[in-house]
């Protein structure tokens, strides 16, 4: 869904390396999210933020940063990238109020850390 | 605390055959439960939800799912299967403590075979 936009899309890159990722979205929602997939684990939370000035770490926090530079600009940042972050990383937005159930989520970012 | 779990990894079955996608959830009160698809290389996308009154939901596709208080399911259903059916699913449930996030399960790989 051109909506909701990640880049890069595929990333590989070294042990202790700094990496962002980086969501961009035109659907106009306060609301936006950063999950990682793995196999056999889901999706887990890692920070979502309600507003530019709102941000809120999940459940998988340690690690990572973020910051939301606008309302439709949500970055994730690995500080010093390790092997077992890995992963399939989505970014995800919705609306407040009676829409906030419903996520629209990006292509995902695959993330090779070697 | 909420959660939603996914029995099956894997499900196989016949184009032309019903489908049936199984999800079980954990909730004090009354849950709000979601259905995701995840096609090859593309982010998750909104099928349907359950938040209250009549317990067989319809959502995009032709897929459905029926809500069972008693049974604490959400069974994704399709009456019948296309080869483009073919994806990852995923159950969901609401957060309903304050933050609303959505809490995935591990995901269910549908094939539909020829």
């Known amino acids: 869904d051109a909506d909701v936009t990640q880049t890069p899309r595929n990333r590989i890159t070294k042990t202790g390396k700094r990496i962002m990722l980086e969501c961009s979205q035109t659907?106009?929602?306060?609301?936006m999210y950063w999950y990682r997939q793995d196999p056999g684990l889901g999706l887990r939370l890692i920070y979502y933020s309600f507003d530019v000035k709102d941000i809120n770490k999940g459940e998988i926090s340690d690690g990572y940063s973020v910051s939301r530079q606008a309302q439709a600009k949500f970055s994730l940042s690995l500080e010093s990238a390790i092997p077992n972050q890995t992963a399939l990383y989505f970014c995800?937005?919705?609306?407040?109020?009676?829409?906030?159930?419903?996520?629209?989520f990006g292509p995902g970012t695959r993330l090779t850390v070697l | 605390a909420q959660s939603v779990a996914q029995p099956e990894d894997q499900v196989n079955v016949a184009e032309g055959n019903p489908l049936t996608v199984k999800c079980t959830y954990s909730?004090?009160?009354?849950?709000?439960l979601f259905w995701y698809v995840q096609y090859p290389n593309r982010g998750l996308q909104f099928l349907l939800k359950?938040?209250?009154?009549?317990?067989l939901v319809k959502g995009s596709y032709g897929f459905e799912a029926e809500f069972n208080k008693s049974q604490t399911s959400f069974h994704l259903k399709k009456p019948s299967a296309l080869v483009s059916d073919s994806a990852l699913y995923f159950c969901?449930?609401?957060?309903?403590?304050?933050?609303?996030?959505?809490?995935f399960g591990t995901g269910t790989r549908l094939t539909v075979i020829p």
């Open positions: 995800a937005t919705s609306a407040t109020g009676a829409g906030t159930d419903t996520q629209y």
């Open positions: 659907k106009g929602h306060d609301r």
């Open positions: 969901a449930v609401r957060d309903k403590t304050g933050a609303n996030n959505l809490f």
């Open positions: 909730v004090s009160g009354n849950p709000y």
């Open positions: 359950y938040i209250t009154g009549d317990n």
